[in-house]
């Protein structure tokens, strides 16, 4: 019997906390919440922090 190889996964560049999450996917759904993963770092989280993420960032970088 021939062993198979495990599947090849993306190395984790970052950890969460440097992380601006730049490509997710969405681990889990239902009818009350959204999941999503980064393909960076692993970091899961709720699809509505992942929006807030995003507006804070906005509004760090439109500052003089």
């Known amino acids: 019997m021939i062993a198979t190889p495990p599947p090849k996964f993306p190395e984790k560049n970052t950890g969460p906390d440097q992380c601006r999450h730049p490509r997710v996917q969405i ?8 999941f999503l993963e980064c393909l ?3 970091d899961i989280f709720d699809s509505s ?3 807030d993420m995003s507006i ?5 970088n439109n500052e003089p």
């Open 49 to 51: 922090e992942f929006l």
């Open 27 to 34: 681990a889990s759904r239902d009818e009350n919440a959204e």
């Open 56 to 60: 804070e960032e906005t509004k760090l």
């Open 40 to 42: 960076e770092c692993g």
